[in-house]
């Protein structure tokens, strides 16, 4: 079974705009992961935040963590073409070393 | 540098078959682990090595099985299939047995089960 629930599981937005996704999991958690998967294949890393971490940037991304709400975001900045794709938050539960996954949100992005 | 490849990139197979698909991690990567991709869902996980020895199991049937060899490289075994077999099979690779700082994954093998 997924570990949290992604939302939206569809965002479709014009290039330049911002994209906020959203991810909520049930347990408590070492760390939260993102990955972003283009066309079906295999997924790439985007960015990991601790759970004694509020708020972590990488380039145009920042994602935010509320523990107490078992939650996390993913901002993208300024967006374009070539960020379409699926989008995935996952989590490390700690010691069963493994991620668990989101059902993703799907990110259009529009010239 | 090679990152994680995986072979075959698409199979299809008949119900009742048997397949393996096999995965090489990046160079100096001790840990190989395997996810399940259901069309439209996340990745699940079904099985975790490390130094050849299985470290994870997720919650899936006997009919899966997974080995890792000496150069690190990994196959993953199904028996049986069934239909809901099908779904996109992903490699993950990580230095050590933690998924922490993260996987590199592969482009994975698509399996339709006809």
């Known amino acids: 079974s997924q570990q949290g629930e992604e939302d939206p599981q569809a965002l479709s937005i014009q290039e330049g705009e911002n994209a906020t996704m959203n991810c909520s999991y049930k347990t408590s958690i070492n760390n939260l992961q993102w990955y972003r998967q283009n066309s079906g294949r295999g997924l790439v890393h985007l960015i990991l935040?601790?759970?004694?971490?509020r708020e972590k940037h990488s380039g145009r991304l920042r994602v935010t963590l509320d523990t107490s709400k078992k939650s996390s975001s993913l901002l993208i900045t300024a967006s374009r073409a070539a960020d379409t794709a699926s989008y995935f938050c996952?989590?490390?539960?700690?010691?069963?070393?493994?991620?668990?996954f989101g059902q993703g949100t799907r990110l259009t992005i529009n010239p | 540098d090679a990152g994680v490849t995986q072979s075959p990139t698409h199979l299809i197979k008949t119900r009742g078959q048997h397949v393996t698909l096999r995965c090489s991690p990046i160079s100096g990567h001790k840990s190989v682990s395997w996810y399940q991709q259901v069309l439209g869902q996340g990745p699940q996980f079904i099985f975790q090595?490390?130094?050849?020895?299985?470290?994870g199991r997720g919650n899936f049937p006997d009919r899966f099985s997974a080995r890792q060899f000496p150069n690190y490289s990994s196959e993953l075994n199904v028996n049986a299939l069934l239909l809901g077999d099908s779904a996109l099979y992903l490699c993950a690779s990580s230095l050590e047995g933690r998924v922490n700082p993260g996987y590199t994954f592969g482009s994975g093998t698509r399996l339709t089960v006809v």
């Open positions: 935040i601790r759970s004694n971490e």
């Open positions: 996952a989590t490390d539960v700690g010691g069963a070393q493994k991620l668990v």
């Open positions: 090595y490390y130094e050849k020895e299985e470290r």
